[in-house]
């Protein structure tokens, strides 16, 4: 049950290193646009 206690933890972990590796991302994009 912990696990399960724990999932939104981790799915925002996730979400935040996704996030994180877009914001890196979007210059690179823009200066390559």
Same mark, same amino acid.
């Given at each position: 049950?912990?696990?399960?206690? !724990?999932?939104?933890?981790?799915?925002? $972990? $996730?979400?935040?290193?996704? =996030? !994180?590796? #877009?914001?890196?991302? $979007?210059?690179v !994009? #823009?200066? =390559?646009?």
């Amino acid at each position: 049950d912990w696990e399960e206690a !724990n999932i939104p933890y981790t799915v925002r $972990k $996730k979400r935040q290193a996704f =996030l !994180n590796e #877009s914001e890196i991302q $979007k210059p690179v !994009n #823009s200066m =390559l646009a």
